[in-house]
């Protein structure tokens, strides 16, 4: 059952400062709550208010301003996940994930799917050529990404993906990077621990599980070693130097290592930013 934001039991939504609307909406982002999104976007709506800038999202739209067209990159377990869910809930954009994709691709049996599906199946890495048709097809011909723009996580990940998306005449506004040392990278994995019930991932020195019965499922994900994320990063430093280069003129990065409701307040300035001068 939905949660109604306006029903009494929400009330005290209305009576936060700009940081405790940040905090809260960063605690929601993360939890499984069935209207997060929701919730979230009454939040950041919240917060934005009390700033006296313009709120994000479809409403502020004026009916002539483009939608908003966002890549956000980062190492295995920067963050990204966390900041997608504000960013979603303040401005309405579509969140796209190669896996999600892929996962819809599949279930839907479609041709590009079926392809896919095959790859998957014998573990071995689906090529470029496929990943890349997979969002061309989704970003061109949705029309809900037409209307409310799109935010690409985690792709492009290679500068062939990045070359191939200018050349659909796909031009983000904005190249959002979160940069972590590596071994931050490597203690946030190796210590990461998620419910198999739930879904809900906790870390076991920073966020450990609740005693008891919910500590003793949690689980350990098989590639959450440290020679495993060892190898993920190496691909991924190889990558993004030259992904960064191609967006130079509208990457912003930020230090992924700050407590995150400091980096989302900074995230979402700079997606405010971009919004103002497109004119939402």
Request: with cysteine; aromatic share 4%; hydrophobic share 40%.
């Amino acid at each position: 059952m939905l949660t109604d934001v306006r029903s009494p039991a929400c009330s005290w939504m209305f009576n936060l400062s700009c940081a405790q609307a940040y905090l809260a909406a960063y605690i929601l982002a993360q939890s499984s709550h069935p209207d997060r999104e929701a919730l979230c976007a009454n939040l950041m709506e919240q917060a934005g208010v009390e700033e006296g800038g313009a709120v994000g999202g479809i409403s502020g739209r004026n009916g002539q301003a483009e939608p908003l067209r966002i890549i956000i990159a980062g190492a295995p377990c920067s963050g990204k996940g966390t900041q997608c869910e504000l960013i979603k809930a303040k401005f309405d954009v579509v969140h796209l994930s190669t896996g999600d994709l892929l996962r819809a691709e599949v279930a839907a049996r479609s041709p590009l799917g079926q392809q896919a599906e095959k790859y998957m199946a014998s573990g071995r890495l689906i090529p470029d050529d496929l990943i890349i048709s997979m969002v061309k097809e989704r970003v061109t011909t949705d029309p809900e990404i037409a209307r409310r723009g799109w935010m690409l996580d985690g792709f492009p990940r290679t500068e062939v993906q990045a070359r191939a998306l200018e050349e659909a005449g796909l031009h983000p506004d904005i190249f959002l990077l979160l940069d972590v040392p590596d071994e931050v990278v490597i203690s946030r994995v190796t210590g990461r621990r998620t419910d198999p019930v739930t879904g809900v991932s906790y870390h076991v020195v920073h966020d450990p599980p609740p005693a008891g019965e919910i500590a003793a499922r949690c689980v350990q994900r098989a590639d959450d070693t440290e020679a495993k994320i060892a190898t993920r990063l190496h691909a991924f430093h190889e990558a993004i130097h030259s992904i960064s280069e191609q967006y130079a003129p509208i990457k912003v990065e930020f230090d992924g290592n700050v407590p995150k409701a400091k980096l989302s307040k900074q995230i979402l300035a700079a997606l405010e930013d971009v919004a103002q001068r497109k004119g939402h």
